[in-house]
């Protein structure tokens, strides 16, 4: 086998890849491996069109960009495509993660494959390899990728890493940063994005162990999507399990390689959390509301490349990175902040704000009285979200309002969204047994003019991800639309 190093290229291909592996953040021995990689994916592709040329009949229309012949892509601009790689844990969803190859192809994204042990009785590496144009990977000591220390290698030189199906003991080995195997090394060792699409039956799903993993993998910034509601491959059986679709899987995953770009230009105001309102200097109305899903948007939104300003009433939550945080307590604080934040492009009211506030607040502490108990006049707060939506001046283009309700949640929303004159209404059962205040998941339906959708519970990270693509779209096409 023939041996090049980097000081035998001439000058100019030298600066060209010192260049290249720059832009790339790469080494140059590393870049040298991926344009290696690339060409030898090019050539499986083509002796694949020799073995089993693609049947046009067959074949489903491609992306405009990535040319029209309807061959998964792994031919044009290969430098400059996202790169995938695909774990396919050991669970009946796995057959859909040969379709969920095909899909990313159709994005003209380079797959690589590890299948674990336990997925190998599911589907083969023949079949996965066939799919992907490329070595199927399945073995941590695999003694010809481990000369270069591959598993390393698998977790660094890829733009994100999808893990479909994601078995619940997938889930447990990433919450414990286990590494016994090659899929849960790669995912240990990576310092890329990685996307989970959980699969498994809905008692193994609703476990508190699974849950538990599944609220540290949250934490720890790991993306979700799905698992959907439906019915499971055991007879007779069904509730929330199913492995998303590789299409949701797709979008999922292109939400994470390009969100970043999605809201660039563009000024976002969120609130978020509770108001406390006060009845003395050490008393005061309170709610539930964390603030997660608040600031889980807010971040997300600075994510996608927007100058996000968060009104915050009191929670126990860090700051997310790259956004303004006004912090307030009160109600009318909170509407004074949000006012001040104006002109903005979007304004979503995700805090829970007090309805009323004592009438008036004594300003010192309030004794305990032998023979009576003291009354606490209310009085209604500033309705933030209605005055907002009602302005002539600098309203927001999109203006959207949550519904916490406990009971008849899209009557409600509709409601709400007509009464406040807002956008939209993303609507939410709080009931205790949700476990929605507090939690890390949460279930949503979007309610707009237009109608509702109903969302998966998902993770509130990925409810913000998936909103500020919504809101993304949506302020295009108000672009589109003109003034
Ligand atoms: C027929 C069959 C179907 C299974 N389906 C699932 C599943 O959908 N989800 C899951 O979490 N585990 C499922 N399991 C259990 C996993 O295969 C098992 O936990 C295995 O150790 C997972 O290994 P892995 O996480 O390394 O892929 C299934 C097992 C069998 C025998």
Redesign the pocket.
Known sequence: MASLTVRQLDDTLKRLLRLRAARHGRSMEDEIRMILREAAQETVCDARDLINPPNPALAEPRRASTGSRAEPGLRSEAADRHRLVLI???????YKSLDLIRRLQDRSILVRCI?????Q??VTPLAAGALCGNHVHTDLFDPKSEFDVGHIRLARDTDLIVVA?????????MAGGHAD?L??AVLLATDKPILIA????PQ?WAAKATQRNLAQLTTDGVHVVGPNVGE??ERGEGGV?R?AEPLEIVAAAELVLHGTRLLTGRRVLVTSGPTNEPIDPVRFIANRSSGKQGHAIAAAAAAAGADVVLVSGPVSLPDPPGVDVVKIETARQMLQAVERALPADVAIFAAAVADWRAEQPSDHKIKKQQDRSPALKLVENPDILSTIAHRQANRPRLVIGFAAETHDVIANARAKLAKKGCDWIVANDVSPETGVMGGDSNTVHLVSAGGVENWPPQSKGDVARMLVQRIARSLKDLDAAGP
Do not use: E, R, Y
Not at 88 to 94: D, L, P, R, S, T
Not at 198 to 201: C, E, G, L, Q, R
């Open positions: 396919v844990g050991g669970g009946i969803a796995a299948l674990t042990a336990a997925a009785h599911f199906p994601a078995t619940a003991d997938l889930l447990a080995k195997d899929a849960s959980p699969a498994m039956n193994m499971m491959a399990g492995m």
